[in-house]
């Protein structure tokens, strides 16, 4: 279990993460739909995730949900590196009714996100945009190559429901063990 903390003048977050866990997660982050969508996460990816956030959601939800990215992405990274027999790469399109979205992962050590999820507005009292901001931080603090892409959709809980879980299962597919692998790179290195 690996237990990261973060405090500033605008959140206070605690986030504890097993990656070989059973998808069962305890998330309080004070924004609701942001809730539903870490517990979606934790469930397809099988890692069991306690999160907790007390924001500034007075203000809005930018800094609670962009700063929980950082921090899982934090505790990711000390459970996923030093990288070494695992399949390293993964993808996944979860399909909810008439939306579909993809996301292809490579635990590369070098963090990328492409984000094509072309969503406006609000799901509830949850803006959309604040969806990138999350897998931003969390991307960049995990050190993933992620590309996350909208094939089509027209609800928008669905589509960003669909993208937390393609994220969820892509982690999933490139954290399982495969001993064979030894160091998943020609380099030798990662």
Do not use: W
């Amino acid at each position: 279990m690996i237990t990261k903390q973060r405090s500033t003048k605008e959140t206070q977050i605690s986030v504890s993460l097993e990656l070989e866990g059973t998808g069962k997660s305890n998330i309080d982050t004070g924004v609701g739909f942001f809730d539903h969508m870490l517990e979606a996460l934790s469930k397809h990816s099988l890692i069991d995730l306690d999160v907790t956030c007390k924001g500034d959601t007075h203000i809005d939800d930018h800094h609670s949900v962009e700063d929980v990215g950082i921090v899982i992405g934090k505790a990711l990274a000390e459970a996923i590196y030093p990288i070494e027999k695992v399949e390293r790469y993964g993808n996944a399109t979860v399909v909810m009714d008439e939306t579909a979205v993809e996301c292809d992962m490579d635990l590369s050590g070098r963090p990328y996100l492409h984000y094509e999820i072309d969503v406006y507005g609000k799901v509830g009292n949850f803006d959309t945009e604040l969806a990138e901001e999350f897998f931003h931080a969390l991307a960049l603090n995990a050190r993933i190559t992620t590309h996350i892409v909208m094939k089509r959709g027209r609800n928008k809980h669905h589509i960003l429901e669909a993208a937390f879980k393609a994220f969820a299962v892509a982690l999933r597919r490139a954290t399982t063990k495969n001993e064979r692998m030894g160091i998943p790179s020609t380099k030798g290195v990662l």
